[in-house]
């Protein structure tokens, strides 16, 4: 069983930064491709970003592209997300999610999942 536990969330203006971290209770955390999604009040859960279990391969939403990063450290079991230039749309609950197997950008791929952490950007 996996558990992942993010942390990082909060409220930032616009324009500002966050970097969410997501740590993984596994010993094979580089077996896990893994991806960070996002639900706004009344909207579905969407894809942010995804990264490999080597970290070679990215992927990204087109409203991540340029703005955000996707990292991971294996060594240290965690997967970040970095948010730069931040929008008040970027609002939401965060969560990241793992899977075996290559990168993909669909939720419901993923086998597990953490409990989320709450980003808010205000105007």
């Known amino acids: 069983q996996v558990q992942l536990v993010e942390s990082g969330g909060g409220l930032v203006q616009a324009g500002g930064s966050l970097r969410l971290s997501c740590a993984a209770s596994?010993?094979?955390?580089?077996?896990?491709?893994m991806g960070w999604f996002r639900q706004a009040p009344g909207r579905e859960r969407e894809f942010v970003a995804a990264i490999s279990g080597g970290g070679a391969s990215t992927n990204y939403a087109d409203s991540a592209k340029g703005r955000f990063t996707i990292s991971r450290d294996n060594a240290k079991n965690t997967v970040y997300l970095q948010m730069n230039s931040l929008k008040p749309e970027d609002t939401a609950v965060y969560y990241c999610a793992g899977r075996t197997g290559p990168i993909i950008r669909y939720a419901y791929a993923y086998d597990y999942w953490g409990q989320g952490t709450q980003v808010t950007v205000s105007s």
């Open positions: 596994v010993r094979t955390f580089n077996w896990y491709a």
